[in-house]
C-alpha cells in the first residue's frame, strides 16, 4: 500500500506534462489526428485530447518521467473535465479522455518494469472556471459555474480515471476551494456507488505573495476547508518557486495529520512567462524541505522535464521522509 510506501521513503511525484507536450513542436494536425481531421473548433493547445491522437507522445513522456526516478505518475487530464473540455465542443469525451490516460500511464509502468512500487495519480484540475468568484465585475453575485455542476463533472472524469487504472485521485492546483470541495463530493459519492474507495491528494496553489487562494483563502484555511475528507496527503503546488514556497509548506507540515506534498514551479516565470532554474538550482532550493523534515512526497510542477526530476530523485533518497504527527487521544 502506498500509505506503507510513504513511511518508509520519500516518494517523487513526476515534473511537468505541458511543458514536454512543448517540446515536441506539435501541430494542428497531431491534435486531430484522423479522429477528429473534421472537427468545427481548432484543438491546437487542448494536451489532455492527445492521449487520443498521440498516445505515443504521452507514453513516452509518462517513460521518460519514470526513467529519472519518478515514482508518482500524474494522468494527462488536468482539462479533462466536461467543463474545461466545453471550449474545444469536446465535453461528451471527458470520461473517455480519462479513462484511456490512466491506462496510458498504468501501461508506462507496467513497460518501465521497476523493482520499487510505482503510482498512477488521476489528475483533477481545477477547471477553466470558478464557483467563488464571479466572471464579470458589473454582477458581482453571478457565477459562471455551480457547485452542483462541478461535482457531476468531477465525478465523471473520476468514473474514467478509476475505469483506467488509477491506483490515487489528486486534485491539484486549488486556486478556489469550492471546486475543491465539489471535486471531493463528487469522488465521495462515487466511492459510495462503488463501494471502492481510492486515496485522495490534494493540492492547492498559493497565487502570489499574499500568501493566499486565488479566492482568498490563508493555507490554515484551506487547510481546515478540505480536512473533513479522506485525505492521504495535503499540499501546495505550482505559481511560486521552491524558496517561495517553502514557509507555506511548513504552515501545512506543521498543522495537518496528513501526509505532505509539494511541487513547485522552475522558480518564477521570466518576462516572457518561461522557466529558467536549472535542475541543480532547483535541487538545491528544495532541500531545506527534506533537511526540515516537512515532506512525503516532492516533484516539480511548470518549466520542468525529466532531468529536473532526476536531480530530485537523487535528493530524496538522501533523506527521511516526514512522520505522521500523533493525534490526541479521546
Known sequence: MI????????????????????????????????????????????????????????????????????????????????????????????????????????????????????????????????????PDVTRPGYRAVHFDELTQAYKDQASGLMDGGADLLLIETIFDTLNAKAAIYGLLELFDERNKQLPIMISGTITDASGRTLSGQTVEAFLISVSHAPILSVGLNCALGASQLKNYIRVIANEAPHFISAYPNAGLPNEFGEYDQSPEEMASELRPFLEEELINIIGACCGTTPEHIKFIAALAKEYKPRSLPIMGGE
Open 3 to 134: 500509505k506503507d510506501d510513504l513511511e518508509r521513503r520519500i516518494l517523487v511525484l513526476d515534473g511537468a506534462m505541458g511543458t514536454m507536450i512543448q517540446h515536441q513542436k506539435l501541430e494542428e494536425v497531431d491534435f486531430r489526428g484522423d479522429r477528429f481531421a473534421n472537427h468545427h473548433v481548432d484543438l491546437k493547445g487542448n494536451n489532455d485530447l492527445l492521449s487520443l491522437t498521440r498516445p505515443d507522445i504521452i507514453k513516452d513522456i509518462h517513460l521518460a518521467y519514470l526513467d529519472a526516478g519518478a515514482d508518482i505518475l500524474e494522468t494527462n487530464t488536468f482539462s479533462s473535465t466536461s467543463i474545461a473540455q466545453a471550449d474545444y465542443d469536446l465535453s461528451d469525451y471527458a470520461y473517455e479522455l480519462n479513462k484511456v490516460s490512466a491506462q496510458l500511464a498504468k501501461k508506462a509502468i507496467e513497460e518501465f518494469a521497476s523493482d520499487q512500487p510505482k503510482y498512477v495519480a488521476g489528475a483533477l484540475g481545477p477547471t477553466n472556471r470558478t464557483a467563488s468568484i464571479s
